[in-house]
């Protein structure tokens, strides 16, 4: 079983959260519900989903993967022992971010119906809404939280000055406080999180689940050259990283993975469980043996040169 790290929330959070956005669109029913089996067999208990995922796929629209977990969810007859993620706010196709008032209402019900339960243990803005104000959104929170059809919220790619005033609209109005945060965060993006924003979620006692921990991929040495990931359903998010920053990163993942015997994806997510505020990363999988990476970096323990290996070689 996983260990769970301490927070405010009132959900226990495990060690490793499982990122959703395959299923449905990576993952086929029959890998989607042998990777939710095998999850839940690890104590890793904790799925986060999105109404967009994963629209982008070829001949998808959005709702794939809370549609999948659903699925499983009404075969397995296992909600209680499931924690469920989603999200709202941010565009499927054309749209523009929406967390207003009759959107929320409306989106969570198709979550809901997506899901095949009559609540999600933490519901996400996905992405800010500089169109609405936050009152209105935590309001909108409120109504869904009496309701019973949430348990706690989250924000998710939310400023830091957004974040504040947030907060301090939850202590000043009586309204809900995002619980969860969820920021994009890995050895190849410090800088969004690091610095200001981390140590804030650590003063406010914040469940920290970072996204992107594998870098699409690209952290666990699959992509060497841009040309390897050419084609492939991640080129669009790692075509970035092909720098000599990433290599640098690449080659240290690579000499610490002969030192420890495991995989550079296990190194890459034990850094990031090593890190301060980060209650739990996001991981994904499609394959039965991607898994083997969430087992490795789970029974790591890195020293200080290791980490100073990777720290310089990803600043």
């Not at 990777?35 to 001949?59: K, Q, T």
């Not at 409120?142 to 059809?149: E, F, Q, R």
């Not at 924000?155 to 000055?161: E, K, M």
Request: proline residues 3%; glycine residues 6%.
């Amino acid at each position: 079983m996983a260990a769970s790290r301490k927070s405010q929330s009132q959900i226990k959070v495990p060690s490793l959260v499982f990122g959703g956005n395959v299923f449905g669109w990576t993952a086929d029913k029959k890998m989607s519900f042998y990777l939710l089996d095998a999850l839940l067999e690890r104590g890793l208990n904790f799925i986060d989903s999105a109404n967009v995922y994963s629209y982008w796929g070829e001949g998808n629209s959005g709702g794939e993967s809370e549609a999948m977990i659903g699925a499983w969810l009404k075969e397995r007859k296992n909600r209680d022992q499931v924690i469920i993620a989603t999200k709202v706010g941010s565009p499927i196709g054309d749209e523009s971010n929406n967390l207003s008032a009759s959107y929320i209402k409306e989106q969570i019900d198709l979550s809901l119906q997506r899901l095949q339960t009559d609540y999600v243990d933490v519901y996400f803005s996905h992405k800010y809404d500089d169109s609405v104000e936050q009152r209105e959104t935590l309001a909108a929170y409120k109504h869904l939280i009496d309701a019973g059809k949430v348990r706690e919220i989250g924000a998710s790619n939310f400023p830091l000055a957004v974040l504040r005033e947030a907060l301090e609209l939850s202590k000043t109005e009586s309204l809900p406080k995002y619980q969860f945060i969820q920021p994009h965060y890995n050895l190849m993006e410090r800088e969004g999180f690091e610095g200001a924003y981390q140590e804030f979620c650590i003063e406010e006692n914040l469940s920290v689940t970072s996204y992107f921990t594998l870098a699409s991929g690209f952290l666990t040495g699959k992509y060497k050259t841009a040309e390897e990931a050419s084609g492939k359903a991640r080129e669009r998010f790692v075509k970035k990283y092909f720098t000599p920053k990433g290599f640098e990163v690449l080659n240290a993942l690579e000499t610490l993975a002969k030192r420890y015997d495991c995989s550079p994806a296990a190194l890459s997510i034990a850094w990031t469980l090593h890190q301060p505020g980060v209650t739990a990363p996001i991981v994904s999988a499609t394959k039965e043996n991607h898994l083997t990476a969430f087992d490795e970096a789970l029974k790591l323990q890195l020293d200080e040169d290791a980490l100073a290996l990777l720290n310089q070689a990803s600043a």
